[in-house]
Structures are given as C-alpha cells and as structure tokens.
C-alpha cells in the first residue's frame, strides 16, 4: 500500500545480492583439478517480487543474502566435486528461487586462476520463476 512514507513501487524489481563470494572449491572435468581445490568467484543478484517492500513489513520474510552466502560456502566446505560451473549456477538458481519473494535470479560463476590473462572464466545465467498458469 502506498503512503507518504512509502511512495507506489516502480517495475523494476529490488536486488538482493551477493557480490565477489570467492571460496576454495573442488571443481572441474579435468584430472587434475580434482586433486586441489580452485579458488572460485561467485555474483549472485536475486530479484524480488514487485510488492517486496510490503510484504517484507507486512510479514517480516526476506530474500536473505546471509542464506545465499551459507549455501555456497557450506556446499564449498563439503569437499564435493562438482563438474561444471553450469551446476554450481544451476543449483544456486533453484536455492534462490526456492525463496517464494524471489522471481528471478542472475548468477555467475568464475574460475579465478585457470588462465594468466583473464581474471575469470565461467558461467553466467539467469533463472525466472515460472508465471503463474505457465508450466
């Protein structure tokens, strides 16, 4: 609801977002990165709902970075493989989109040391929540 305090929403949606997360993480398809963890850059920007700041107040739920931050660094921590940046990216959309004030989620995901002179290579992709009566 608008009031003098708080002014109608405009379209563009809010971001939460988590910008320059970078763990050590066992990544890749090669033999060798198997044997070492690889430092790896993640930028995750969730969009929220239109009426978030509303239903913030009015509920008290949020997107919450903090469980954006937890969930990369936990799954880092477990010293799982994952093969590619894409299910790193991947999983992390669909924890972001688990969040019901979440419509969409940018994520990019970066190997930092593969090549001298590139500060990165990877992934970067974006995941809407499906519309209502889409499938």
């Known amino acids: 609801m608008a ?10 949606p809010d971001r939460i ?6 763990v050590d993480t066992y ?6 990165e198997r044997n070492a ?3 790896v850059r993640f930028d995750i920007a969730v969009e929220t709902v239109d009426d978030y700041a509303d239903r913030v107040r009015s509920t008290g739920a949020f997107v919450s970075y903090a ?13 799982d493989h994952v ?21 969409a989620v940018h994520v990019t995901v970066q190997k ?14 974006v995941r809407r929540r499906p519309q209502s ?3």
């Open 3 to 12: 009031t003098p305090d708080h002014p109608p929403r405009v379209p563009d």
């Open 112 to 125: 930092l040391d593969i090549f001298d002179a590139a500060d990165g290579v990877g992934i970067a992709i």
């Open 67 to 79: 469980d954006l931050v937890d969930f990369v660094t936990a799954r880092a921590a477990s010293g």
């Open 17 to 22: 977002i988590v910008n320059g997360l970078v």
């Open 83 to 103: 093969e590619l940046v894409e299910t790193w990216a991947e999983d992390i959309a669909a924890f972001a989109l688990g969040n019901e004030l979440a419509q």
């Open 133 to 135: 009566g889409q499938s």
């Open 27 to 32: 990544i890749g398809v090669h033999d060798f």
């Open 37 to 39: 963890p690889q430092r």
